[in-house]
């Protein structure tokens, strides 16, 4: 009896963080109603998380929280759990991306530089 008082706080930490897990399971697809795949699902800050498959289906067991789905061409689109969710259903929204800015990096002076450095590099070698 003794050695259970001893362990008692030692487990109640690990009683009160047990939460129950809850199974979410849906499909994931696009405003024209195409499936999304690989759109990553999870919690935001916790360990928790899966990837959707091609065909934009997903399957999680998760705690009372807020499901996050990130994909790099959409919006982020949440969804909150708080009990069992079967034929869950998520519109991705298409994203704006900004434009690309594409510039050379090449100027006068690095062209004029790696020429020096050629010129240096090769009549060492000459002098050889």
Same mark, same amino acid.
């Given at each position: 009896?003794?050695k259970?008082?001893?362990?008692?706080?030692?487990?109640?930490?690990?009683?009160?963080? *047990?939460q129950e897990?809850?199974?979410?399971?849906?499909?994931?697809?696009?405003?024209?109603?195409?499936?999304?795949?690989?759109?990553?699902?999870?919690?935001?800050?916790?360990?928790?998380?899966?990837?959707?498959?091609?065909?934009?289906?997903?399957?999680i *067991?998760?705690?009372a929280?807020?499901?996050?789905?990130?994909?790099?061409s959409?919006?982020t689109?949440?969804?909150?759990?708080?009990?069992p969710?079967?034929?869950?259903?998520?519109?991705m929204?298409?994203?704006?991306?900004?434009?690309?800015?594409?510039?050379s990096?090449?100027?006068?002076?690095?062209y004029s530089?790696?020429?020096?450095?050629?010129?240096?590099?090769?009549s *060492?070698?000459r002098?050889?």
């Amino acid at each position: 009896m003794r050695k259970l008082l001893l362990l008692a706080p030692l487990l109640f930490p690990a009683l009160i963080n *047990a939460q129950e897990l809850f199974p979410v399971k849906g499909r994931i697809i696009n405003e024209q109603g195409a499936p999304v795949g690989y759109v990553h699902v999870g919690i935001p800050g916790k360990q928790i998380g899966t990837v959707s498959t091609i065909d934009g289906r997903f399957e999680i *067991a998760v705690p009372a929280d807020t499901l996050e789905f990130h994909h790099v061409s959409y919006q982020t689109a949440l969804y909150p759990v708080s009990g069992p969710g079967e034929d869950v259903l998520i519109v991705m929204k298409d994203a704006e991306l900004p434009p690309a800015v594409i510039f050379s990096v090449r100027t006068p002076f690095a062209y004029s530089t790696e020429l020096w450095v050629c010129r240096l590099l090769t009549s *060492a070698f000459r002098d050889t």
